[in-house]
Every structure is written in C-alpha cells, then in structure tokens.
C-alpha cells in the first residue's frame, strides 16, 4: 500500500513514521524548501506525550526540551503582578509534560523517519483525482503521483482541505485574535530573562519572553482584533500593536527580523462536517486545529497521526480504517476545541476587570488543591486514547504490502 502524505510538520512527520513502520511505502511531501524553524515553545501533555512515550521519542524530547519553573505577568515598568508555577501544573499532569520548541519536537519527529520515507521540498499538490481505489495527485512541478490514500497533514490553511472538501472560509472559525512569532540573539535580554517566561500583564494583547539556548531570546504575541485578515507586512503590524506595552517591549521589537522571518497567523479552528472522502483523510490542524487558546495542538496532532495509523492497521480495509478513526478521535478533539472557546477571556483578558480577576485567580493557584482544579480546568477532560489503544494489542486488519 502507498502513502501520500502533505505537509511535513508534527502530524505529518508521526504519520510517514508509524505507516512505514508498518509496511506502508509513503512520500512525504512539504510546500517549504526545508524543515520550518520557527515556532512557539510549548507545553507538550496529554494524548500526544503518551503516544510519543510509545514510540519511544521521550528521552529525546527531554533533551530538548527546557526547564521553566514559573511564568511572570509582568506590567509596563516590569513589575510582577502575578504568577504561574509550572512545577505545579506539570504535577498536576502526573509530571507527564515538556516544555519545547515547536521546531524541536519535529526536530526530533525527523530524526527518527524511516531511511525509506521518500521526502520531498518545495513541492505540494495542485490538483486531486479522487477516486474509490485510490488517488491521482498532480503536484506544482506537474508530475504526478498514483496512491492507495492521500492524506492532508497540511496544517490550518491546507491545500489538500481546499481541493477536496472546498474553501477554506468554509471551514475556518475564526476566534478574534492574530498571533506572532520570532526569535533573535541578545545576550543582554537573554539574562535579564533568565530560565523564567515572561508575559505582559495587559489587555486584549500580550507579549511573551523566553531565553533560548546560546543566548537566543523567543518572543510570542497575541491581541485581539475583528479583522480576520493579515496585514502586508507583519513587522510594521507588531510594531503598531505591540510598542506602548512598556518595559522590555520597545527594545525587543526593535530587533524583530525582517517580515520573512516573523511566524503570523490568525488564531483559528477547523471544522468540517467531514475528515475523510473516497481515498482522502485530513489529520492535524488540517481538519481540527483547536488553536493557540487550547495549547494542545501539537499534542493532538502527534496523537491524531497515531490513532489513524493504528486504525489503518487494525481495520478490515481502508475505508473502514479512516472511518473508525474519525469515530474514535473525533469527539476527543470537539471537547478541547469548546475548552479552547471556552477560555479565551483568562487566555487574554479583554477588560481591567478580567485582568484583576486573572490575577486573583492565579494567586489562589499558588494554594494545595486549587492549582489542580485550575490546571484541569484549562486542560479539558483526560484523554486516555493512546493509551487504550496500546492495551488493545491485536493484529493487521488488512495487509499493507501487497
């Protein structure tokens, strides 16, 4: 059996992994001309750390991975209004979470390809035959492909979404924020940051910092807007939005890189009424991206790739293979995409009231107990998924190699 599959990031990359793993000859096809470097850090939990604890990725994303005890909100003259102590809530995961770049959890997703995954850059697909045996995928070059299943890993703006199940206005909910990303090196600022994260504590946009290795200094943002669409030049948008926040903000955006450089998005979900069509299936944020407000995308993107593999191999034939893991996976993401919603006014506080209330809020997390209820409250209910899976045991459904 063959495999495309486009979009070479979290989902992507686990997907090519587990199906070669399993018989599966796969292409692996990526829009950009090399491995994406930029990225938030994120905190990696849930469905995705246990799928990865069974693929044997956990000691490498530990090594990856860095150690933040706390984040501080801080306000225009730098002093701290309130705080998060991520050893709490990463007990009240069972000490079962990461944090790490998004750009080193594929780092690691790659180094552990199989040698026979056929990977390709700079290319994607341009057209779609559909048919009930299998797919005909025209690339951008014009050369063609024939596979037993194509699949969309293609991420929030998915080609693949778009040529099979239509536009993306469609199918995209757009939440009222745009988000930003990058990264640039001052020893100075790094310092001043230390191991800690910082945010500012401020209304309807906020600005994050991390120190990186080698003296590498990350910075998120996030604010709130009605106008969907993205600016020209996303440079010239940070600065508009983002300079009178005070404290370390001028400085910082004075360094941000040229245009080309900078990460820039809407913060959106995807829902469509359906994940797969004929010999086509949409996996990762291509078909359920629950946004920034979540902070489990990448975790269910990894986990999301594992549960399609192991239904394909379980399962009697294709077509039921993609059926059964709409049914199971569906649900699961429905719940955090509602969390996700259902968060946004403690995520970015859209009044000085919300705000004073966040930062009470935060502080009562410091007492027992309560910092668990906070921490499950955000994160949604407990996906056991993986892990039932993985009891399951059980053997191929249909042969992968003909």
């Given at each position: 059996m063959k495999a495309i599959i486009c979009g070479a990031g979290i989902a992507g990359l686990t997907l090519a992994r587990e199906l070669c793993e399993r018989g599966w000859e796969v292409v692996l096809l990526e829009r950009s001309p090399a491995p994406r470097t930029q990225g938030y850090m994120i905190d990696f939990f849930g469905p995705g750390y246990d799928a990865a604890e069974t693929m044997g990725l956990l000691p490498r994303l530990h090594e990856l991975a860095y150690r933040v005890p706390e984040a501080c909100f801080?306000?225009?003259?730098?002093?701290?209004?309130?705080?998060?102590?991520?050893?709490?809530?990463?007990?009240?995961?069972?000490?079962?979470?990461?944090?790490?770049?998004?750009?080193?959890?594929?780092?690691?997703?790659?180094?552990?390809?199989?040698?026979e995954v056929d990977q390709r850059f700079s290319t994607g697909p341009a057209h779609i035959a559909n048919r009930s045996d299998g797919v005909r995928v025209t690339l951008t070059d014009g050369r063609e492909l024939d596979a037993d299943l194509l699949v969309g890993a293609d991420g929030v703006h998915s080609t693949v979404?778009?040529?099979?199940?239509?536009?993306?206005?469609?199918?995209?909910?757009y939440l009222g924020f745009h988000t930003a990303a990058f990264t640039f090196h001052d020893p100075e600022i790094h310092a001043r940051l230390g191991d800690r994260y910082f945010l500012t504590d401020s209304v309807d946009r906020q600005i994050?910092?991390?120190?990186?290795?080698?003296?590498?200094?990350?910075?998120?943002?996030?604010?709130?807007?009605?106008?969907?669409?993205?600016?020209?030049?996303?440079?010239?948008?940070?600065?508009?939005?983002?300079?009178?926040?005070?404290?370390?903000?001028?400085?910082?955006?004075?360094?941000?890189?040229?245009?080309?450089?900078?990460?820039?998005?809407?913060?959106?979900?995807?829902?469509?009424?359906?994940?797969?069509?004929?010999?086509?299936?949409?996996?990762?944020?291509?078909?359920?991206?629950?946004?920034?407000?979540?902070?489990?995308?990448?975790?269910?993107?990894?986990?999301?790739?594992?549960?399609?593999?192991d239904r394909l191999r379980r399962a009697a034939s294709v077509e039921d293979g993609l059926e059964e893991y709409e049914q199971l996976w569906r649900p699961v993401v429905e719940e955090k995409q509602r969390t996700a919603r259902s968060g946004v006014r403690w995520f970015l506080p859209h009044t000085s009231t919300q705000l004073t209330l966040r930062r009470i809020a935060l502080g009562l997390a410091r007492l027992p107990g309560v910092g668990r209820f906070i921490a499950k409250s955000q994160t949604g209910k407990p996906v056991t998924t993986i892990t039932e899976l993985n009891r399951q045991g059980g053997t191929t459904g249909f042969s992968a190699r003909r």
């Open positions: 801080v306000d225009r003259n730098g002093r701290t209004r309130a705080r998060v102590d991520f050893e709490r809530f990463t007990e009240a995961l069972s000490s079962r979470m990461v944090n790490i770049l998004r750009p080193d959890l594929e780092r690691a997703l790659r180094e552990n390809l199989p040698a979404r778009t040529l099979v199940f239509g536009e993306e206005r469609n199918h995209l909910r994050g910092l991390y120190g990186l290795r080698d003296e590498k200094v990350a910075v998120f943002a996030v604010h709130r807007t009605n106008e969907p669409t993205l600016p020209a030049d996303p440079r010239a948008a940070l600065l508009d939005h983002y300079s009178s926040l005070g404290w370390l903000v001028p400085d910082v955006l004075r360094r941000c890189p040229a245009a080309e450089d900078v990460y820039y998005d809407q913060v959106a979900q995807i829902e469509t009424h359906r994940w797969h069509s004929g010999r086509v299936v949409l996996v990762g944020d291509a078909c359920y991206a629950v946004s920034l407000l979540a902070g489990q995308g990448a975790s269910l993107g990894l986990a999301g790739a594992y549960v399609l593999a």
